[in-house]
Nanobody
Framework: QVQLVESGGGSVQAGGSLRLSCAAS????????MGWFRQAPGKEREGVAA??????????YYADSVKVRFTISRDTAKNTVYLQMNSLKPEDTAMYYC???????????????????WGQGTQVTVSS
């Protein structure tokens, strides 16, 4: 089992920044990807960013809607993954979830269905 705890959400005005954190614990050794996902009311959960944390890891993946504005990173020593969000827009408003995936090859790292473990989520609200 892997436990994930998100933090860092909040309310900001358009153009502002937030940094989300995801602290992982448990059997994290078997995880190959960590990802950030979001879900707005009435919409499906979508992949925002992912990072490969397996052997030789570090590769990152982004949804087109957040490229350049968002950056995913990790602190191996702290077993924590971050999502730096800049130039936030009202359409970024959603519940943001951290997730871990054991699957290494094949399906897109931004596909929510490929992830095994999920955090409880942290709300991000961007006002215009």
């Amino acid at each position: 089992q892997v436990q994930l705890v998100e933090s860092g959400g909040g309310s900001v005005q358009a153009g502002g920044s937030l940094r989300l954190s995801c602290a992982a614990s448990g059997y994290t050794y078997y995880s190959n990807y960590m990802g950030w996902f979001r879900q707005a009311p009435g919409k499906e959960r979508e992949g925002v960013a992912a990072i490969y944390i397996g052997v030789g890891g570090g590769g990152t993946y982004y949804a087109d809607s957040v490229k350049v504005r968002f950056t995913i990173s990790r602190d191996t020593a702290k077993n924590t993954v971050y999502l730096q969000m800049n130039s936030l827009k009202p359409e970024d408003t959603a519940m943001y979830y951290c997730a871990a995936r054991t699957e290494r090859y094949g399906r897109s790292p931004l596909s929510p269905v490929t992830y095994n473990y999920w955090g409880q989520g942290t709300q991000v609200t961007v006002s215009s």
